[in-house]
């Protein structure tokens, strides 16, 4: 059996694994079965598109906020949260501390996508 080999390991954006997935099935003519599935739960999570997903990554990066890692910059990109609240629970379970005026900066930054974005169903 063949192994596979990890040559490079970095996150992306649900908006992001959903193109690929679109890229996948126009070259394939058509999906697995869990690849399905995931399209399926994609459809119904992500709320912005690539392009809107890119340029909130670029800006929270630009905030230069101490200690916040490219994983946890993804999931506030995924998970757009609207207030200090939601985003206290982005780092529920990590080591990182962010301060106050951080996380507002952070709160600040992904408001106006939160406004622009697809509405939760």
Not at 47 to 60: G, N, P, Q
Not at 108 to 117: D, E, M, N, R
């Amino acid at each position: 059996m063949a192994s596979i080999k990890l040559i490079q390991e970095a996150p992306i954006s649900l908006s992001e694994l959903k193109e690929k997935l679109s890229e996948i099935e126009t070259r394939d003519k058509e999906l697995s079965f869990r690849a399905n599935k995931v399209k399926d739960h994609l459809n119904k999570l992500v709320r912005l598109d690539k392009k809107s997903a890119s340029e909130l990554k670029e800006k929270l990066i630009s905030l230069d906020v101490p200690r916040l890692k490219d994983r946890q910059i993804i999931k506030i990109v995924d998970i757009l949260p609207e207030d200090l609240e939601d985003l206290r629970a982005v780092f529920t379970g990590e080591v990182t501390t962010i301060t106050q005026e951080n996380m507002e900066k952070i709160v600040g930054a992904v408001k106006p996508f939160v406004q622009k974005s697809k509405p939760k169903k």
